[in-house]
Nanobody, 129 residues
Framework: EVQLQASGGGLVQAGGSLRLSCAAS????????IGWFRQAPGKEREGIAC????????YYVNSVKGRFIFSSDSAKNSFYLQMNSLKPEDTAVYYC??????????????????????WGQGTQVTVSS
């Protein structure tokens, strides 16, 4: 059974940093695309940083390029999102997700639009000005 659990959210001042973690189980990164998504109040959920199976391709939404860094640790079956230079507009509930490589051949295809499954619970990130 695929399970994902996100953690690491919190309240931070603009310009600060946070590191989100997603603990995964029930699958390997060799066979699944993985990524981070967020949903701000009144907005649709958007993919912000995704990696295809085996890390063959990566995608970052323009608004986070140069500020957010995706990483993974296969030994720990976890992946991360290092968020630097945070802005108030980054305030959102952040979710981690995964889907089989047979459904999504590239990181972009997985990220845009968000997949139907599998999802972890969200973690709130609030950036104060």
């Amino acid at each position: 059974e695929v399970q994902l659990q996100a953690s690491g959210g919190g309240l931070v001042q603009a310009g600060g940093s946070l590191r989100l973690s997603c603990a995964a189980s029930g699958f390997t990164f060799d066979d699944y695309a993985i990524g981070w998504f967020r949903q701000a109040p009144g907005k649709e959920r958007e993919g912000i940083a995704c990696v295809s199976d085996r890390g063959r391709s990566a995608y970052y939404v323009n608004s986070v390029k140069g500020r957010f860094i995706f990483s993974s640790d296969s030994a720990k079956n976890s992946f991360y999102l290092q968020m630097n230079s945070l802005k108030p507009e980054d305030t959102a509930v952040y979710y981690c997700a995964a889907a089989g490589r047979w459904d999504y051949s590239t990181a972009y295809d997985f990220c845009v639009p968000p997949p139907r499954r599998y999802w972890g619970q969200g973690t709130q990130v609030t950036v104060s000005s």
